[in-house]
């Protein structure tokens, strides 16, 4: 081997080494990029997986109150459906009375009255079916009364008239006044 062909030789192998180097130093700097790369990655995908998660919980909370949200209103309704069909029937048990009854209970609405005379009036079918001691047991509940000749039209109980005082104690006035009072003591019962 001659002078130029070990200079060729030499150059060759300071090449091949500084090609070495080169692609070493390359080779760590991509592992490098792809260590970074990867811990990146790693950091977007557990973000987006949290927050992935996060907003499955709050969908799953959301459907939940949704659901009991009907489900307690499907109770209300239910039992708001009950204590007025419980209301109805108490009505329909006062006006489905015998006479007796049904006037004994027309008595005792009397005793709650805030005034002690006056005129009573009544609907169609009760005056027809008065009994003969009816403004004797009125006073006998506190309150002088004279019997209104014209019927009203209320279902069941009377109006009582004493001047500009009117007191409207009508069944189902009556019921309507004590509702609050009626659907606790309904629900009380119906609903343990």
């Given at each position: 081997?001659?002078?130029g062909d070990k200079i060729l030789s030499?150059?060759?192998a300071d090449c091949d080494k500084a090609v070495s180097a080169i692609m070493s130093e390359a080779d760590s700097k991509c592992a490098e990029i792809i260590?970074?790369?990867e811990i990146q990655a790693k950091k977007v995908s557990d973000s987006i997986s949290d927050k992935t998660d996060a907003k499955v919980k709050q969908i799953n909370n959301s459907s939940k109150s949704r659901c009991e949200l009907k489900i307690r209103n499907s109770?209300?309704?239910q039992r708001r459906k009950e204590i007025d069909k419980t209301i109805d029937e108490v009505l329909k048990y006062l006006l489905s009375q015998n006479d007796s009854e049904y006037f004994s209970y027309i008595y005792k609405l009397a005793k709650t009255l805030n005034v002690n005379e006056g005129t009573v009036y009544l609907n169609k079918k009760d005056l027809e079916r008065l009994p003969a001691d009816f403004t004797d047991n009125f006073k006998k509940s506190g309150?002088?009364?004279k019997v209104g000749e014209n019927p009203v039209e209320i279902t069941g109980g009377f109006i009582?008239?004493?001047g500009n005082i009117e007191e409207n104690m009508a069944f189902d006035a009556v019921i309507m006044s004590k509702r609050d009072v009626l659907e606790d003591i309904i629900s009380r019962e119906l609903f343990k």
């Open positions: 081997m001659n002078g030499r150059i060759k260590s970074q790369a109770l209300l309704t309150v002088n009364v009582l008239k004493n």
